[in-house]
């Protein structure tokens, strides 16, 4: 038996604002994840959710706020496509 999702989460971008030593990137790039391929995830997301009701999207990246934007516009996709099914998204996300 498959059960249903209750959290899911986005990697926006790669790119980051910092130079940690730490870090598991060896590259900072630029590219982030469109908005297509973020509206398939979120409808994927819902999908799989099933009978749940209370849902949460994280959002992660090199640093998701430096595609603010984008960010932006998924929240009110998912907001919008979670209220169509009846359901309540939370979001978080890491940032620096």
């Not at 940690?20 to 790039?29: A, I, L």
Request: proline letters at 3%; hydrophobic letters at 40%; charged letters at 25%.
């Amino acid at each position: 038996m498959i059960h249903p999702l209750k959290a899911f989460s986005l990697f926006v971008t790669e790119e980051c604002n910092l130079d940690c030593t730490y870090c598991f990137f060896t590259r900072k790039d630029k590219r982030e994840i469109t908005l297509t391929t973020a509206r398939r995830a979120v409808d994927f997301f819902l999908a799989q959710s099933k009978n749940e009701n209370s849902l949460q999207l994280s959002f992660w990246g090199g640093e998701p706020l430096l595609s603010l934007g984008l960010l932006r516009k998924i929240v009110d996709y998912a907001t919008w496509a979670g209220e169509s099914a009846g359901k309540k998204i939370r979001y978080s996300m890491p940032t620096n």
